[in-house]
């Protein structure tokens, strides 16, 4: 087996009318990592801070990249050991997960402070540039080679490189796994895409199956991603989540040609189907407007039918006489207070009092007016309230100086006989 440097030609699989570009000479990626890492900043710690709010917690991600297990399992029956490279490893969730399934993973980044997370867990990474490192992999010697989230921080001639080395490191039947954000969810395609500003621009799934294509592998399978799983059982859907609906992730699955046993390891989870596309959204919410078409030709229709135009002087009728029966009542109400001498004075005193006790000088002034004629005021109780309960806080200091002497020597008198009876 050849190192990568020398002038090896890959298996020539290209369709018939492509020209295939010289790709032997050396394109390292150290250059728009550098530049990457500049503009992440220069704390070491916000991209893994930025992972964790925007890609979501590490236990999630390793859940969700369960995924592609089907598609690799099988692999371990045919080679031993099993080899895989993991581009832009970042934290490690598919490293652990090859490792916890009986493969040989090793991840290349250049995060310092991602590495660290995976050497805490006894991965096999190394800090070094991803193409060169898939560039220095011997012919022919993995069985996986994946890259999540890494294309599309990639220039368009180191995108093809990671095809093309890619194809040269893989073993006849290998996969190449390439996950990315899909431009066809559109919340992702105008807002969620260019949060990570290392992101160069979204990449279609046609895109990256006509690269793989190029590069000659035999059979290329993209799977939706991390979609809302109950959108699969509903039959219609909403504008907004035709918007945001279709799969926000996705992924290329190509596997490279190879013998018979090797092809139809993969045969049958490539048949299956995998995340929501935009058309099966774009499908669903037109039977919603269908549907709200259909009803509101019911609707016309009744309207418009023989019976309706016949009815229509009952139905009429019956409005008109509902609405009176409900003025007449409310008239019947005003009515009777209007006509009641006794209702009416009440409510006309009891609007006076609820004014004089909004203002601090009135309420004084008929206090002190109130005291001198108790009878007065237990009548106006009576009329308000119903109830002996005063209608103002009575005050000694409104007395005239004699009712004042009155009062205290009224107090002392009632007090002596309270005494008397004990």
Not at 91 to 108: I, Q, T
Not at 322 to 343: G, M
Request: hydrophobic fraction near 35%.
């Amino acid at each position: 087996m050849a190192e990568s440097g020398s002038d090896v030609s890959c298996p020539q699989h290209t369709p018939s009318g492509f020209q295939r570009p010289d790709m032997d000479t050396p394109q390292s990626g150290v250059c728009t990592m550098k530049k990457e890492k500049e503009e992440k900043g220069s704390d070491p710690f916000f991209y893994k801070a930025f992972e964790e709010r925007f890609r979501g917690p590490r236990e999630l991600v390793y859940e969700r990249l369960k995924v592609y297990l089907p598609f690799i399992l099988p692999f371990k029956d045919i080679f031993s050991p099993c080899k895989a490279l993991d581009l832009g490893c970042g934290r490690g969730e598919w490293l652990e997960l090859l490792k916890n399934n009986g493969f040989e993973g090793r991840g290349a980044d250049t995060d310092a402070t991602m590495l660290s997370i995976c050497n805490s867990r006894e991965l096999c990474v190394e800090q070094k540039d991803a193409l060169d490192t898939l560039s220095q992999t011997p012919n022919e010697s993995m069985v996986l080679v994946t890259a999540f989230h890494l294309a599309e921080h990639l220039q368009p001639d180191q995108l093809l490189k990671l095809f093309h080395e890619a194809s040269r490191v893989l073993h006849p039947g290998g996969l190449l796994i390439i996950e990315t954000p899909n431009p066809e969810n559109l919340r992702v395609a105008t807002r969620d895409f260019y949060v990570d500003l290392t992101h160069r621009k979204p990449l279609p799934s046609h895109l990256l199956e006509f690269m793989a294509e190029y590069e000659g592998f035999a059979q290329i399978k993209t799977i939706g991603l991390n979609e809302n799983k109950a959108l699969h059982q509903t039959e219609t859907i909403t504008l907004q989540e035709f918007f945001h609906g279709a799969s926000p992730d996705y992924a290329i699955i190509a596997q490279k040609q190879g013998e018979s046993p090797l092809m139809d390891t993969v045969q049958r989870t490539f048949k299956e189907s995998y995340g929501i596309p935009l058309d099966l959204l774009a499908e669903k919410f037109e039977k919603r407007i269908i549907k709200a078409e259909q009803g509101w030709s019911h609707y016309n229709r009744v309207v418009e039918s023989r019976s309706w135009k016949i009815t229509r002087p009952i139905r009429t009728g019956n409005q008109k006489l509902s609405r009176a029966k409900t003025l007449f009542s409310s008239y019947r109400r005003r009515a009777a207070d209007s006509l009641n001498p006794r209702k009416f004075f009440q409510k006309q005193v009891r609007q006076l009092a609820t004014f004089t006790l909004s203002s601090p000088l009135l309420k004084k002034t008929a206090t002190a007016f109130l005291n001198r004629i108790p009878g007065l005021e237990a009548r106006i109780r009576q009329i308000i309230h119903g109830t002996g309960r005063p209608i103002v806080q009575k005050s000694a200091q409104y007395l005239s100086p004699r009712a004042g002497a009155i009062h205290q020597h009224l107090k002392q008198q009632i007090k002596k006989h309270r005494k008397a009876i004990k």
